[in-house]
T-cell receptor
Framework: RKEVEQDPGPFNVPEGATVAFNCTYSNSASQSFFWYRQDCRKEPKLLMSVYSSGNEDGRFTAQLNRASQYISLLIRDSKLSDSATYLC???????????FGTGTSLTVIP | SAVISQKPSRDICQRGTSLTIQCQVD?????MFWYRQQPGQSLTLIAT?????????ESGFVIDKFPISRPNLTFSTLTVSNMSPEDSSIYLC?????????????FGPGTRLTVT
């Protein structure tokens, strides 16, 4: 079983829509969770860290469900500029290895 | 957050040759990593670059093929040796930055390698 699993999509949504991505992780002892954004032909960039029950940053909300071992990313009022691949990342409980999901592709359509 | 630069940004190389990629960080960091990202795929960890000792390689990657140096806390190199077209990929350097439980990972801009 993979350490981190994501629905690869693609998700094609109209501007202004709300879209949610889920990600599951296999190690129940994992402590830190992140969402990264990767634009085409660019490096991944940290979008949000998720440390406790979740957090919000503007239109973006990340939530953690430890019982079910999944994290989610909610994007409200989607913009064209939100089109990218969103990577779910989990830091091992030993704190020395990051595990990456395969990424979820989002395209926001005018 | 740490600022990371990589050189070269891209290269086209002939099979059988080697390429060394440099990664420079603007601050001292304990953990540095090298990843590979093949077209349409997610990131695959090659190795953790350890300062003052041999790198720690992930399954499927060996030192003879991907020798790594880490002479200090701000610099590392990855060499892709005896290249074949299958090595065509983006190679990314990253660092772990933060304090306490708040460690986050930041990436360099990547090196786009094409082997012909």
């Amino acid at each position: 079983r993979k350490e981190v699993e994501q629905d690869p999509g693609p998700f094609n949504v109209p501007e202004g829509a709300t879209v949610a991505f889920n990600c599951t992780y296999s190690n129940s002892a994992s402590q830190s969770f992140f969402w990264y954004r990767q634009d085409c032909r660019k490096e991944p960039k940290l979008l949000m860290s998720v440390y406790s029950s979740g957090n919000e940053d503007g239109r973006f909300t990340a939530q953690l469900n430890r019982a079910s071992q999944y994290i989610s990313l909610l994007i409200r009022d989607s913009k064209l500029s939100d089109s990218a691949t969103y990577l779910c990342v989990v830091l091992s409980n030993t704190g020395n290895q990051f595990y990456f999901g395969t990424g979820t592709s989002l395209t926001v359509i005018p | 957050s740490a600022v990371i630069s990589q050189k070269p940004s891209r290269d086209i190389c002939q099979r059988g040759t080697s390429l060394t990629i440099q990664c420079q960080v603007d601050s001292q960091v304990t953990m540095m990593f090298w990843y590979r990202q093949q077209p349409g795929q997610s990131l695959t960890l090659i190795a953790t670059a350890n300062q003052g000792s041999e790198a720690t390689y992930e399954s499927g990657f060996v030192i003879d093929k991907f020798p790594i140096s880490r002479p200090n806390l701000t610099f590392s190199t990855l060499t892709v040796s005896n290249m074949s077209p299958e090595d065509s990929s983006i190679y990314l350097c990253s660092v772990e930055d933060g304090q306490g439980a708040g460690y986050e990972q930041y990436f360099g801009p990547g090196t786009r390698l094409t082997v012909t």
